[in-house]
T-cell receptor, first 114, second 113 residues
Framework: DAGVTQSPTHLIKTRGQQVTLRCSPKSGHDTVSWYQQALGQGPQFIFQ???????QRGNFPDRFSGHQFPNYSSELNVNALLLGDSALYLC?????????????FGPGTRLTVT | AQSVSQHNHHVILSEAASLELGCNYSYGGTVNLFWYVQYPGQHLQLLLKYFSGDPLVKGIKGFEAEFIKSKFSFNLRKPSVQWSDTAEYFC???????????FGTGTRLQVFP
């Protein structure tokens, strides 16, 4: 049973560019959440997708957007990249749209903005 | 605003020593509580969780945590640490009926043989 997978593993972009990160949830999970983990910090909630819609959003600007596909996989898009967007981006999945379930994390995508 | 505080940023112990990592949260409503661990080079893994019931919960690898509602705390404990417990430990809170996790800044634990 594959866990949460993310691609790519590493990415280097230039300020002002746009980036797309991808996530496939654990089998049987239909909810995907995205987190940003800056160096030395805990993960910060960006947003959550369920039934192909953004269900919750953290305190991130509109430059951060996402999408969920019918197969539950998800993309995180970041426009107009800033140096401060350099971080590890984590995807997590859970088995239901709402409720008290644990989240399973992927290995992350390390984004470096130069 | 909802927040989680982990007061110990870096803890260094010898094997067999006892461990207690502090976690306090600020949120007025019902919450679910978690401890996640990140071993070197690995992804975040759930160590233990509290949803309801007995406030003393046991997790994997001999870890346990106690929820003290009056103190808004969920401290992690282990009676005797091993070198393999070297990792980063994150406390997280999820407001009831949401899957949104609010993490603390983490505690780096180093255990020396």
């Amino acid at each position: 049973d594959a866990g949460v997978t993310q691609s790519p593993t590493h990415l280097i972009k230039t300020r002002g560019q746009q980036v797309t990160l991808r996530c496939s949830p654990k089998s049987g999970h239909d909810t995907v959440s995205w987190y940003q983990q800056a160096l030395g910090q805990g993960p910060q909630f960006i947003f959550q997708y369920y039934e192909e819609e953004e269900r919750q959003r953290g305190n991130f600007p509109d430059r951060f957007s996402g999408h969920q596909f019918p197969n539950y996989s998800s993309e995180l898009n970041v426009n107009a990249l800033l140096l401060g967007d350099s971080a590890l981006y984590l995807c997590a999945s859970s088995p239901t749209g709402q409720g008290s379930y644990e989240q399973y994390f992927g290995p992350g995508t390390r984004l470096t903005v130069t | 605003a909802q927040s989680v505080s982990q007061h110990n940023h870096h803890v260094i112990l010898s094997e067999a020593a006892s461990l207690e990592l502090g976690c306090n949260y600020s949120y007025g409503g019902t919450v679910n509580l978690f401890w996640y661990v990140q071993y070197p080079g690995q992804h975040l893994q759930l160590l233990l969780k509290y949803f309801s019931g007995d406030p003393l919960v046991k997790g994997i690898k001999g870890f346990e945590a106690e929820f003290i509602k009056s103190k808004f705390s969920f401290n992690l404990r282990k009676p005797s640490v091993q070198w393999s417990d070297t990792a980063e430990y994150f406390c997280a809170v999820s407001p009831y009926n949401t899957d949104k996790l609010i993490f603390g800044t983490g505690t780096r634990l180093q255990v020396f043989p």
